[in-house]
């Protein structure tokens, strides 16, 4: 029964939940008959987002195969201080992100990245699993999307440079290699419900490899985001990102310092080969687990910050 | 030392608004395009869309999207970066160019040519390209 | 060139020529600290450099850059090697902001003059 309660086993658990929770899905596409009774394959919908990117999430749509994809990604510091640094546009807490994405084969697609908080590398896959029909023979969009990102700074800013493992108490060891990785997965489900809206909904795990010992490794959110489209080109776009406390996978008596859900209203713009999008939002970070793990500014105390995301694509 | 301070202070700001202002090509500098080579499959090819317009505003979003841009909101080849170009954006209104094929108003606008880029990855769904024929037609 | 662009070169121009001084900026005294023989208190006057206006917990907060600054956290993370009570003006939580590594942000005269007083009376939790 001790077996089963470690955070790790927890951890597998879910992974196998989530896994079958999918194959039991992709089992179900089905073609349409039309009016004649003639089978006629039903054809995915048409851009139910303009982007792979909102804002700060993944969205189900995948570019055309052997497409490149350039991003950078954009957050400046808070704005409390007011018009004294511009509305945080002059502040040093500022965050960016340049990544490039590949679209490998249709409905797959391999990304890298960096970004300045934590000097993070990361490496990122996204699947498509599923698209939404157009005549509804399936009636949602399912992706699956996982990162792995590698904090680079120097040894010195790990504190003492050594780690204690989980549940042996009093052990010392070198900070290695592997205690600066993280990863983020997320099931996402979306469906474009007429030609202006479109939503989805995701549920993540987000485990970091070495944490400060009064947090926590692991945490599990719910996502909730979509796109209002107002013109031919532009889009008001809004994220909603909540880390949930769970006791099971939590490694502490007390909630220290649970991270503050991520909230994000923008408008997007897009065009041939760029996708442009500027919003306010709260949290700092541009990795998805950073903003669940990590995002302390509040929603409620207005700590608001001004970012933007440029996607620019190009087809080989 | 004031003196050539400040002259070369001012030369700089000189320099630096004409260079923004001769990136634009004035128009009568644009050439103007020769005619169009369409090859025969695409000058007798048909519209499997005909007569149905654009019922999903397919086209219409399509246009705006890629077309937009370099040919004007309303097909005159008036858009922002017309001017850039160096070859002179023709209307899609005139009579000329709709009384081409709707083959050929294909092959121009998806095959392309020079500056005119070509659109069929950009575009993969062939229905979509006829879709966006059709909104073409009704720029007249 | 129409005749609104030359106008506008010209204003442009003009504008970047009439001002011109030679001036020394006058560097700062050292204040002198007096907390009425009162103890510098860290929660009341320290730790509020560190938050007010975001000024160090804009980078230095929980995830990421170390040390924390944040008001839970700070005193803890800059015990940890931040201070030098050997040697106060040493201190790196003194010494680092404002330097040509750390050039984005530092204490006002006032501000570096408070915290280099608290080290000195032994960088207490007070």
């Given at each position: 029964m001790q077996l089963f309660n470690t955070p790790e086993m927890k951890k597998n658990i879910l992974f196998i939940i989530l896994f079958s929770l999918i194959s039991t899905i992709s089992f179900a596409q089905d073609v349409a008959t039309d009016s004649t009774g003639v089978k006629e394959k039903d054809k995915p919908v048409r851009s139910p987002f303009e982007s792979g990117y909102l804002i700060d999430a993944q969205t189900t749509v995948i570019q055309n195969a052997h497409t490149l994809e350039a991003v950078i990604q954009h957050k400046f510091g808070t704005v409390e201080n007011g018009h004294s640094d511009l509305f945080g546009i002059y502040a040093p807490g500022s965050n960016i992100r340049l990544g490039l994405d590949y679209v490998l084969l249709k409905n797959f697609q391999l990304g890298i990245g960096i970004t300045k908080k934590n000097m993070t590398t990361d490496l990122n896959a996204k699947w498509t699993i599923m698209q939404q029909t157009r005549k509804n023979t399936f009636p949602v969009a399912i992706a699956l999307y996982g990162n792995v990102a590698v904090d680079g700074r120097n040894i010195s800013a790990f504190e003492s440079g050594n780690v204690q493992i989980a549940h042996h108490l009093g052990s010392v060891n070198e900070f290695k290699f592997p205690d600066r990785l993280s990863y983020f997965s997320e099931l996402i489900v979306g469906r474009?419900?007429?030609?202006?809206l479109s939503v989805q909904a995701g549920v993540s795990f987000t485990h970091y490899n070495s944490v400060d010992s009064l947090y926590d490794h692991d945490k599990i959110g719910v996502h909730f985001n979509g796109r209002i489209k107002v013109s031919p080109q532009g889009s008001i776009i809004f994220n909603y990102d909540r880390p949930l406390k769970i006791?099971?996978?939590?490694?502490?008596?007390e909630w220290t310092n649970h991270p503050k859900p991520n909230v994000a209203i923008g408008y997007e713009i897009s065009t041939s080969t760029h996708a442009f999008q500027i919003f306010l939002v709260?949290?700092?970070?541009?990795?998805p687990q950073d903003n669940i793990m990590w995002n302390q500014n509040d929603f409620n105390k207005q700590q608001w910050s001004i970012g933007f995301n440029i996607t620019r694509l190009w087809g080989f | 030392m004031k003196m050539t301070l400040k002259s070369l202070l001012g030369s700089a700001v000189v320099i630096m608004t004409s260079v923004v202002l001769f990136s634009f090509v004035a128009p009568q500098d644009q050439k103007a395009g020769a005619a169009w080579v369409v090859p025969a499959n695409y000058k007798s090819m048909a519209n499997p869309q005909k007569g149905k317009g654009d019922p999903e505003n397919v086209g219409k979003m399509l246009y705006a999207k890629h077309?937009?841009?370099?040919?004007g909101g309303t097909g005159l080849g008036d858009g922002a970066k017309a001017s850039s170009m160096k070859t002179k954006i023709n209307s899609l209104k005139e009579g000329k160019f709709q009384a081409q094929s709707d083959g050929e108003v294909y092959y121009e606008s998806f095959i392309g040519r020079d500056e005119m880029p070509n659109f069929e990855k950009k575009i993969p769904a062939v229905e979509d390209r006829w879709a966006l024929v059709n909104y073409i037609r009704t720029l007249k | 060139m129409k005749k609104s662009t030359i106008f506008f070169a010209s204003i442009l121009l003009a504008l970047s020529v009439i001002s011109c001084k030679y001036d020394f900026i006058i560097p700062v005294e050292v204040p002198v600290i007096d907390n009425g023989g009162n103890p510098i208190s860290f929660s009341t006057q320290i730790a509020p450099i560190f938050s007010t206006g975001n000024k160090c917990t804009s980078c230095h907060k929980t995830g990421s850059q170390a040390p924390d600054l944040s008001a839970a956290s700070a005193y803890a993370q800059i015990m940890t090697k931040y201070i030098n009570t050997a040697t106060p003006e040493q201190s790196l939580i003194y010494?680092?902001?404002?330097?040509s590594s750390h050039s984005w942000k530092g204490y006002t005269a006032t501000e570096a003059a408070t915290l280099l007083a608290w080290i000195k009376e032994g960088a207490k939790n007070n």
């Open positions: 474009k419900f007429t030609n202006w006791k099971e996978i939590s490694e502490q008596h709260t949290a700092n970070g541009l990795l | 077309c937009k841009s370099c040919h | 010494s680092f902001p404002g330097s």
